[in-house]
């Protein structure tokens, strides 16, 4: 059972940047790792993905997000930079040992998830 740690949310205001840790049980090698958000009432978004392949962003991210990985140390990245309030969301990292493909953005494609951290964006 794979383990997922978030870490490095926090308050900042409009133009401001953070970097989210994700830090993974398993050694990160074959694995899918991707970076979710969501707001209370609305469905979990895909915002970023890396895998042995590449990485991939949704629109909203592209630009302004970078994901990343460190194999060494079983974690993965995302610096988030020009943050808007429309990013407040908690940010859930996630990972799954097949490739999803061009369908990653879609949460149940993944399998073991984080318990989030938050990102609060004030103007």
């Known amino acids: 059972q794979a383990q997922l740690t978030e870490s490095g949310g926090g308050s900042v205001q409009s133009g401001g940047s953070l970097k989210l840790s994700c830090l993974m049980s398993?050694?990160?090698?074959?694995?899918?790792m991707g970076w979710f958000r969501q707001v209370p009432g609305k469905e979990r978004e895909g915002v970023a993905m890396?895998?042995?392949?590449?990485?991939g962003y949704a629109d909203s991210a592209k630009g302004r997000f970078t994901i990343s990985r460190d194999n060494a140390k079983n974690t993965v990245y995302l610096e988030v930079s020009s943050l808007t309030p429309e990013d407040t969301a908690m940010y859930h990292c996630?990972?799954?040992?097949?490739?999803?493909?061009?369908?990653?953005?879609?949460?149940?494609?993944?399998?073991?998830w984080g318990q989030g951290t938050q990102v609060t964006v004030s103007s």
């Open positions: 398993y050694a990160l090698g074959r694995w899918c």
């Open positions: 890396v895998d042995r392949h590449g990485s």
């Open positions: 996630a990972a799954t040992p097949f490739f999803p493909g061009g369908v990653w953005s879609q949460p149940h494609h993944f399998d073991y």
